[in-house]
């Protein structure tokens, strides 16, 4: 018996852009993502761009590249895009040693990281009862 079900596919209002070699750790990472979400695509890549912060300039990338997938593959409007969900995960650490005292060595860890940024479209809502 060959039965066909029909898959309830919604149009999801989520634009996800991931970048798989960030050559930081994840605990210099949380931070920074931590203060962008929920912000407005704009501000959050203004944000970005006045922090100290070397990463940021990847970060700043990663959300263009979801951006531009929202814009070109689901023709979402960028004004009302939103930073809905942004995370890091681990990913790989080279490891490399540094000759010490007395014939020693001493491991140095270079890890490197996985940065997902989930966009999502917002509608405009109406302010009821403002004070005119």
Not at 55 to 84: C, G, H, M, P, W
Not at 107 to 125: D, N, R
């Amino acid at each position: 018996m060959n039965k066909t079900k029909k898959k309830n596919r919604k149009k999801t209002d989520t634009v996800k852009s991931v970048n798989n070699s960030i050559r930081t750790s994840v605990r210099k990472l949380n931070p920074i993502l931590k203060s962008i979400v929920g912000k407005k695509v704009d501000v959050a890549i203004r944000d970005l761009q006045f922090s100290a912060k070397r990463i940021t300039k990847d970060i700043r990338k990663t959300i263009s590249s979801a951006v531009a997938n929202a814009e070109n593959n689901f023709q979402y409007d960028i004004d009302n895009l939103i930073v809905k969900e942004a995370y890091c995960g681990k990913k790989i650490v080279m490891k490399r040693f540094r000759p010490r005292a007395k014939g020693r060595a001493a491991p140095i860890l270079k890890p490197w990281s996985t940065v997902t940024i989930i966009l999502s479209e917002v509608k405009q809502m109406e302010s009821h009862g403002t004070k005119s």
